[in-house]
T-cell receptor, first 110, second 114 residues
Framework: KNEVEQSPQNLTAQEGEFITINCSYSVGISALHWLQQHPGGGIVSLFMLSSGKKKHGRLIATINIQEKHSSLHITASHPRDSAVYICAVKGGGGADGLTFGKGTHLIIQP | DAGVIQSPRHEVTEMGQEVTLRCKPISGHDYLFWYRQTMMRGLELLIYFNNNVPIDDSGMPEDRFSAKMPNASFSTLKIQPSEPRDSAVYFC????????????FGEGSRLTVL
C-alpha cells in the first residue's frame, strides 16, 4: 500500500505570504491529485498531475516522479485560501483507488 | 451539469437502523467512487464502479456495508445495521477515466449514528 505523507499538518500564515505544502509517497504512481476542502466540507479537485508542473491562477503544483514528491504552492495568499489541502495518489502498491494524505490545515490571517 | 449530487446531506439515526446514502454522478462519467472521511483516518476509498460494475470493494469495512449501481445515473451505499463507529462523512465522486480523469466530488453525506 502506498504511504502518503503531507507536511506541515497545520500552517498559519499572514495574508500575502507565499505558501508551500509538501506531499511525499512511497511507491510509484500514475497520477497525483491535490484537493481542497473548505470548512463547509465540500471537496474540490485543484490539480491532477503525473509529471512536471501545472499552474492555475495563484496556485502552482509540481511533481518530481524520481523523488516521489509533490508540492503545492500558493502565491499572494488570501484569507479565502484557508482550507484543508489534501494530497492523493493513484496507483502503486496494487491499489486502484486513491490513497490520501491526512491533509494540511491552512489558515491565512488578514 | 449540476455536478455530483448526494443525498441526504445530513442523517442522524440510532444504532441498529438501516442507512441508505444516494449518489447521482455527473452524466457521462464512467467511474463512481464512494469515500468515507473521519477525523481519525482521513479519507478512505470504500468501493468504486466502472460502467455500473463494482471493481474494487476491498475498502468496504465489513458485511454491514453494501453498495449498488443499478444504472449509470444512480448509486447507493447501504449500512445495515448501523453502528456508532460508522459516523463519518461519506463522499461520492465521479470521473471520466480512472488514470487520467479529474475527480468531481459531491457535497458529502454526514452520518451520525447514536
Amino acid at each position: 500500500k502506498n504511504e502518503v505523507e503531507q507536511s506541515p499538518q497545520n500552517l498559519t500564515a499572514q495574508e500575502g505570504e507565499f505558501i508551500t505544502i509538501n506531499c511525499s509517497y512511497s511507491v510509484g504512481i500514475s497520477a497525483l491529485h491535490w484537493l481542497q476542502q473548505h470548512p463547509g466540507g465540500g471537496i474540490v479537485s485543484l490539480f491532477m498531475l503525473s509529471s512536471g508542473k501545472k499552474k492555475h491562477g495563484r496556485l502552482i503544483a509540481t511533481i518530481n516522479i524520481q523523488e516521489k514528491h509533490s508540492s503545492l504552492h500558493i502565491t499572494a495568499s488570501h484569507p479565502r485560501d484557508s482550507a484543508v489541502y489534501i494530497c492523493a495518489v493513484k496507483g502503486g502498491g496494487g491499489a486502484d483507488g486513491l490513497t490520501f494524505g491526512k491533509g494540511t490545515h491552512l489558515i491565512i490571517q488578514p | 451539469d449540476a455536478g455530483v449530487i448526494q443525498s441526504p446531506r445530513h442523517e442522524v439515526t440510532e444504532m441498529g437502523q438501516e442507512v441508505t446514502l444516494r449518489c447521482k454522478p455527473i452524466s457521462g462519467h464512467d467511474y463512481l467512487f464512494w469515500y468515507r472521511q473521519t477525523m481519525m483516518r482521513g479519507l478512505e476509498l470504500l468501493i468504486y464502479f466502472n460502467n455500473n460494475v463494482p471493481i474494487d470493494d476491498s475498502g468496504m469495512p465489513e458485511d454491514r456495508f453494501s453498495a449498488k449501481m443499478p444504472n449509470a445515473s444512480f448509486s447507493t451505499l447501504k449500512i445495515q445495521p448501523s453502528e456508532p463507529r460508522d459516523s463519518a462523512v461519506y463522499f461520492c465522486a465521479s470521473s471520466l477515466a480512472i488514470n487520467t480523469g479529474e475527480l468531481f466530488f459531491g457535497e458529502g453525506s454526514r452520518l451520525t449514528v447514536l
